[in-house]
Nanobody, 120 residues
Framework: QVQLVESGGGLVQAGGSLRLSCAAS??????MGWFRQAPGAEREFVAA????????TYADSVKGRFTLSRDNGKNTVYLQMTSLKPEDTAVYSC???????????????WGQGTQVTVSS
């Protein structure tokens, strides 16, 4: 069983930045992904990173603005979000799995989520 705990969400003005963290229990080098869900919307893929950290993939909507990285020594992944827009407002959740997929069903473990609100 893997436990994932997100942190770093909050309220920020448009154009601002936030860094989300996801701390994982255990030592396994899972693929880590971030998803987000806005009220009334479906869950949306944001980004994923390989177990070694050498491979990343991003949704087109965040490419060039968000950067995903990981520190395996700390079992933590970081989602640096810049140039935030009101449409980035959502609950952001990290997930652990075995494939850098945009499909939520590819991920086995999920965190509780952290709210990100971007004001205009």
């Amino acid at each position: 069983q893997v436990q994932l705990v997100e942190s770093g969400g909050g309220l920020v003005q448009a154009g601002g930045s936030l860094r989300l963290s996801c701390a994982a229990s255990g030592r396994a080098r899972y693929v880590m992904g971030w998803f987000r869900q806005a009220p009334g919307a479906e869950r949306e893929f944001v980004a994923a990173i390989s177990g070694t950290g050498t491979g990343t993939t991003y949704a087109d909507s965040v490419k060039g603005r968000f950067t995903l990285s990981r520190d395996n020594g700390k079992n933590t992944v970081y989602l640096q979000m810049t140039s935030l827009k009101p449409e980035d407002t959502a609950v952001y959740s990290c997930a652990a799995g075995f494939d850098t997929s945009a499909n939520p069903s590819s991920y086995t473990y999920w965190g509780q989520g952290t709210q990100v609100t971007v004001s205009s």
